[in-house]
């Protein structure tokens, strides 16, 4: 460690020992400055704040290989459960064309208005680990809002089986996704407690795939964060104005096709855009409701990096 990072990380524990910063921003700076959450978590333990490791009370695999999965609606009421004391949350509706979009929104209980983040579910609707990740946003300081896309079809609690949700998600268009997008942003900016020009977008799977969609589409958006999601037609690349940071698993082979190709042509056009890959991880490492792919340690590593990075982009 130089000189000047030891300087830097002095000073950095000994104003959370004078109570100069919380315990959640501690260690996204120590995590920031060391550049490794590992590497943050020895320096913990050696300063003696072992406590302060958990302060993200990362989450346990609910789910053993054998179980039998939830169904959506067991899913959705395990993540309402799951609410942090400093966390409040609502179920919202907002047009979308002719339908009604439903939606579970997550924000700080202190403070008025806040920098926004919409949560794009994977394809099985909204889960326990969606509204888990909207309250960690909300955490963060966000306001965040995971939309149920599956409001076009009858809403993801009513499907009797996740595979179910899975099928209905196929019923869904590109065109419908995209308009319930621009319906979320709208419905944001109707919001007092939302910083109308701070909207930010990100999701997982067919999230991240719509994530990495919806930044070629619409002009209003501050940043964009995919998790391990396809990305779009090459020619649509050219539309982006907002910088991006896409999160890959290192063995995720159909996703991870032409990732070469793809950070070649945002160069080419200018744009900002971050591309980083977990070592050890497969598709969906994030979930931690699926024992078999859910990588902790890289989780762990992922969510310090992308909150860093949307944190530096609302300022």
Known sequence: ????????????????????????????RLAYLTGSVVLAHEIMLDSGFAAEWE??????????????????????AAGEQRLPAQVQAEWVKYPSGEFQVGGYLARPKTGTAFASIIVIHENRGLTEFVLDIAQRWASEGLLAIAPDFLSRVG???????????????????REGVVADLHA?????????????????????????????????????LLFGIPFYGRAPEMQKLANIVCPVFAVYAESDQGVNANLDEVE?????????YTRKMY??????????????????????AAWADVTAFAKKMIG
Request: hydrophobic content about 35%; charged content about 25%.
């Open 184 to 220: 979320t942003v709208a419905f944001l900016k109707t919001r007092k407690d939302v910083k109308k020009d701070k909207i930010g977008v990100s999701g997982f799977c067919w999230g991240g795939a719509n994530t990495f969609n919806f930044v070629t589409e619409s002009k209003e």
């Open 1 to 28: 460690m130089n000189t000047a990072v030891a300087t830097a990380l002095d000073r950095l524990i000994e104003n959370y020992r004078e109570g100069a910063l919380s315990r959640r921003e501690f260690f996204q």
């Open 55 to 76: 302060i993200y009370n990362w989450p346990e695999p609910p789910m053993q290989q054998g179980q039998a999965a939830p169904t959506p609606k067991e899913s959705i």
């Open 155 to 173: 809403g993801t609690a009513n499907f009797p089986t996740m595979n179910d949700a899975g099928q209905g998600i196929r019923q869904l268009t």
């Open 279 to 300: 070592p050890g991880t497969q598709h969906a490492f994030m979930n931690f409701t699926s024992p078999q792919r859910y990588n902790a340690e890289q989780a762990k």
């Open 264 to 272: 070649a042509k945002m160069k080419e056009l200018g744009k900002t």
